[in-house]
């Protein structure tokens, strides 16, 4: 078993960036995001494409406050360990949100705090950047306020 590292892939060798033990890998339609601090973690996208979409949409949230803060300059490679291999997909380091762990919990923090996702949902639509595919396994919380986590080509249709 490898042991449980992230790398930023530079010139064709991998550098380690953070030891992260134990880690989990949490996976989306589109995406994989792992952990590296508390406070930050990677998005992994198996093309450059993918990650340079997400990359683009989530930075001009951000800037809003309708996502998470994206900490890389661009759209890089990374690898992480996973079992007995290294998968090397192209990603960007971006803060964590706190998420819902189930649909009662976004129920209740919806019936405290009635207009956040209308907010959200129409934000994220006047930019042209997602608010369609807003559900307890897309959004999280920074700092009380209510974010958008996905911004794959899946959550714009």
């Known amino acids: 078993m490898l042991e449980k590292l992230v790398y930023l892939c530079k010139d064709n060798y991998l550098e380690p960036l953070i030891q992260t033990v134990p880690y989990s890998i949490s996976e989306g339609c589109e995406a994989k995001f792992v952990q590296i601090t508390k406070t930050k973690g990677v998005k992994f996208f198996?093309?450059?494409i993918e990650a340079s979409r997400s990359f683009n949409r989530q930075k001009k949230a951000a800037l809003h406050k309708f996502g998470p803060k994206v900490?890389?300059?661009d759209v890089e490679r990374f690898?992480?360990?996973d079992k007995?291999?290294?998968h090397i997909q192209w990603g960007y380091i971006t803060e964590i949100?706190?998420?819902f762990n189930s649909l009662k919990e976004l129920k209740d923090y919806k019936s405290?705090?009635?207009n956040h996702m209308d907010i959200l949902r129409a934000g994220l639509r006047k930019m042209r950047i997602g608010g369609y595919?807003?559900?307890f396994n897309n959004i999280g919380i920074i700092r009380r306020r209510l974010v958008c986590i996905d911004f794959g080509d899946e959550s714009i249709r």
Request: net charge positive; proline share 0%.
């Open 46 to 48: 198996w093309t450059k």
């Open 71 to 73: 900490f890389s300059e």
């Open 79 to 81: 690898g992480f360990t």
């Open 84 to 86: 007995n291999a290294i």
């Open 97 to 99: 949100a706190k998420t």
């Open 112 to 114: 405290k705090n009635i």
């Open 133 to 135: 595919d807003l559900h």
